[in-house]
């Protein structure tokens, strides 16, 4: 506790505008605030083998950057329920620049994957192959199918619910019994996910691309009211949600890491 507070009495004053690039800055409104856009490609991966996106070994491809926390999350799941054996993965270079996301060699960049699915340059590239009219932002992560040529879903925490269950049919009996998203805590993990989406995971940013005064003040003292509220929850215990390992905690994880 002493620690978030020695943190919050040392804030920045003002937002850190001088850090960002123009294409950043323009995330946020008329005043000031950050706004997240909606994600665009929210089909789902089923288990049933008549949907139109069924589950299948190496019929999907992860895109992801190591310096996003909500991509991350889904590189964390994949991991943890061994579908690294049947979802390839392409990791983007961690600088994001005006065209957004690029590939790089590991070479140019440690940690980066290149495009060997579509041999893309940058990120927007999937976005322009599936809808040449794109007029959105493109994010990652970016689940795509390599059978249908399209992008199925760009919406990090629908993603690790897929990656949590439809793919059971494919793995060893331990890996399919993990479970992220127990049904007898649902209720508890979706409220969990609310504040905690609000005020840190996206909380962060509303605060860090804030480019007025107001609007930084407005989010960044929220940032660390919560996080007191999680230390008082972690305080005795080793999990968010009931003393279990669910998505709550994935989701924390890769946004405080950082």
Not at 46 to 60: L, M
Not at 229 to 247: M, N, S
Request: net charge negative; glycine share 4%; proline share 3%.
């Amino acid at each position: 506790m002493f620690l978030i507070h020695k943190v919050y009495l040392n804030l920045p004053k003002q937002p850190l505008k001088r850090f960002m690039t123009t294409s950043i800055l323009n995330w946020a409104s008329k005043d000031g605030e950050f706004r997240r856009q909606q994600s665009v490609f929210r089909d789902c991966i089923e288990a049933d083998a008549n949907a139109k996106f069924a589950a299948e070994p190496d019929r999907y491809h992860l895109y992801i950057s190591w310096a996003c926390p909500w991509a991350h999350r889904t590189a964390i799941v994949r991991q943890l329920k061994g579908l690294d054996k049947i979802i390839g993965m392409s990791v983007v270079d961690y600088l994001m620049l005006d065209k957004g996301w690029k590939f790089s060699t590991e070479q140019e960049c440690p940690g980066a994957i290149p495009d060997t699915i579509n041999e893309s340059s940058y990120i927007r590239d999937l976005y322009f192959k599936v809808n040449p009219n794109y007029e959105g932002r493109f994010t990652v992560p970016v689940l795509w199918d390599k059978k249908l040529q399209t992008i199925v879903n760009n919406e990090s925490s629908e993603i690790i619910r897929m990656f949590n269950t439809a793919f059971n049919a494919f793995l060893s009996k331990e890996q399919a019994e993990l479970n992220y998203y127990p049904e007898s805590l649902q209720k508890e993990i979706d409220e969990t996910n609310e504040w905690i989406y609000d005020t840190v995971n996206n909380g962060v940013y509303k605060s860090g691309f804030a480019t007025t005064q107001q609007a930084y003040e407005n989010n960044v003292y929220n940032v660390f009211k919560s996080l007191d509220r999680i230390e008082k929850i972690l305080d005795g215990h080793k999990y968010l949600v009931q003393d279990t390992f669910t998505e709550a905690d994935i989701r924390l994880f890769t946004t405080i890491v950082r």
